[in-house]
């Protein structure tokens, strides 16, 4: 399949945090395509923060990805949020805002991101809260297919809920290939089968991190440690089903010095290069197969 090109940031792009500020300084646009934040930790910071931050949204494209819209929330949508986000968007030409299909929030937040029950119920209440949303916005928004450890109430399937969720609310996916195989090993399925029943042409961009084991059947999300084998498998396949999607690597804590990530970043830059070469001869051997009409 082709490269996308209806997106607004290409390539490959990094979680900027904080701590990194001074380290990644020395990055440049041929290192990494884009950036993205978590604007809740940017919004009205100011002084020595909010000017180093400044610097990279004008040095990078920057994309937002959320932390507490909370969208399965009981709690009315905090449209005050939602309005400071657009701001924030505004302030720094930010092209894109993504959130997590879960709750983080009643009567107070909760400081975890928790699993929305999958039921039809919950399809049609969640789809509401993201229409609501990008009503407010002005833009489409993706959600992303969160991990999770519990299903509480559950009445379809993981795979069914997300479909039914981005096809009512007509919103878009962000792809997280490591909560797939989390997922997998914690719940007992085939993240081959699952990546392939997403519906791609929602696919906007994709996530990639690591994960901790906790045990063999019981992987936990932490974004704290370097991606595994299956993982990158999982990349190169949804690479393969969607088109070649720019990827953000995530690194939340046990960053490790810049050039060390660029290891990572650079083996997403590989694949995505064998990827757009396999699909160059794919489409080369269907034009040279017998039966197909050659004009000259």
Avoid at 47 to 57: A, C
Wanted: contains cysteine; proline residues 6%.
């Amino acid at each position: 399949m082709p490269v996308t090109d209806t997106f607004p940031v290409q390539g490959v792009g990094v979680g900027l945090r904080r701590s990194m500020l001074d380290d990644a300084r020395s990055l440049t646009l041929d290192d990494v395509q884009f950036m993205e934040v978590a604007p809740e930790n940017w919004i009205g910071v100011g002084g020595r923060y909010g000017r180093q931050f400044k610097e990279y949204s004008e040095r990078f494209p920057i994309i937002c990805h959320g932390l507490s819209l909370s969208i399965g929330s009981p709690d009315p949508v905090d449209v005050d949020l939602v309005k400071s986000i657009r701001q924030f968007m505004d302030e720094h030409k930010v092209p894109y805002y993504s959130e997590h299909l879960t709750y983080c929030s009643e009567q107070g937040h909760l400081y975890d991101l928790l699993p929305i029950p999958f039921t039809e119920e919950a399809v049609h209440y969640t789809a509401e809260r993201i229409r609501q949303v990008q009503d407010i916005l002005g833009e489409r928004i993706a959600m992303e297919n969160a991990s999770y450890y519990c299903a509480p109430g559950q009445e379809m399937s993981e795979i069914e809920f997300i479909r039914a969720v981005l096809e009512e609310a007509d919103c878009d996916l962000l792809l997280d290939v490591n909560n797939i195989y989390v997922n997998s090993i914690n719940h007992g399925y085939d993240p081959h089968q699952f990546l392939d029943q997403l519906p791609g042409e929602r696919a906007k961009y994709i996530h990639i991190a690591g994960h901790y084991d906790e045990a063999e059947d019981l992987k936990v999300d932490t974004h704290g440690a370097d991606v595994i084998d299956p993982v990158w498998t999982l990349l190169a396949r949804a690479y393969k089903n969607f088109g070649v999607l720019p990827t953000l690597l995530e690194r939340d804590f046990n960053i490790p010095p810049v050039n060390e990530l660029m290891l990572e970043v650079d083996k997403i830059k590989a694949i995505q290069k064998d990827a757009q070469l396999q699909a160059v001869a794919a489409s080369a051997s269907e034009q040279n197969s017998p039966g197909v009409s050659q004009h000259v």
